[in-house]
């Protein structure tokens, strides 16, 4: 009976309940199956297939030139990696800012096509009605405020947002306008942790927060980020759990010494 009850799915109720009963929610990306199957045994409640994805796994300098394709496919081998978690999918640059109209029918995508719940986007008040199209629609949306990386360009970098009292006020709001919009939820990105404490209070939905300080509901990271298997740039925010990245490399140069030495394969692999 404890082992169905810990293997229910958790759906967008159960998101909001945890927020309800002060339970933190534990969020990371994935972007394949055999990372997602690991994150869903390890309890983690919520799986994003972020648009991160361009930068650790797809080697873009941004996220700005993912596509719906690229992301499509991701989101597919998650969600069959997965029995309990959530997965949610990250909407792309120009999935949904060119019209309400071609926004739906992207976000209708994830759900049709794959076995997602639910999408995220990123920003406030410009995207309200968007949203309220989409739950309207019946897809749950994820908002994402502070720093969101698709303006990376417009912020001149990935800059801590919500800085000083006009900054920090323009998020607040932008945090209501979301969630009555009808997002189930929101990502807050590198804000001031004294805001991200104040929304959390404030709000009826629960906030995910990545470099917002401990005061949110739940937390998220990168996965490459927090196993250390990702290089080029790691944000302050980030904690590592692991270098896999030196463990990785060992192992590649070892198999590449044993296969030019003649060392692999051994009598034991072989027929
Ligand atoms: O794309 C992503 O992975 C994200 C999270 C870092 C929130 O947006």
Wanted: glycine share 10%.
């Amino acid at each position: 009976m404890a082992e169905e009850k810990k293997r229910s799915r958790v759906t967008t109720a159960v998101i909001r309940d945890m927020k309800r009963r002060g339970e933190k929610i534990a969020a990371l990306t994935a972007y394949d199956y055999p990372t997602a199957r690991l994150l869903d045994q390890s309890g983690i409640d919520v799986l994003l297939v972020g648009d991160s994805l361009g930068m650790v796994v797809l080697g873009y300098a941004s996220t700005l030139p993912v596509t719906m394709e690229e992301m499509i496919h991701p989101t597919k081998a998650v969600c069959r990696g997965v029995e309990r978690a959530m997965v949610i999918a990250d909407m792309p640059f120009m999935a949904y800012q060119v019209s309400a109209d071609s926004a739906l029918l992207n976000a209708g995508r994830f759900l049709k096509e794959t076995d997602a719940q639910a999408i995220k986007l990123e920003g406030g008040r410009e995207w309200a009605e968007v949203i309220r199209r989409m739950t309207s629609a019946g897809i749950p949306v994820m908002g994402h405020l502070g720093l969101t990386p698709q303006s990376v360009q417009q912020f001149g970098g990935f800059k801590v947002q919500g800085r000083g009292d006009e900054a920090a006020r323009r998020i607040f709001e932008d945090a209501r306008i979301v969630q009555e919009a009808g997002a189930f939820c929101v990502v807050l990105e590198a804000v001031p942790a004294a805001l991200a404490g104040e929304i959390t209070g404030t709000l009826g939905i629960p906030t995910i927060g990545i470099g917002a300080g401990v005061g949110c509901d739940g937390q998220i990271l990168v996965t490459n980020d927090m196993l250390g298997a990702f290089e080029r740039f790691t944000p302050r925010f980030v904690k590592q759990y692991a270098t896999l990245s030196v463990p990785m490399r060992e192992a590649f140069a070892q198999y590449s010494r044993e296969v030019k030495s003649g060392v692999f394969p051994g009598k034991e692999h072989s027929f």
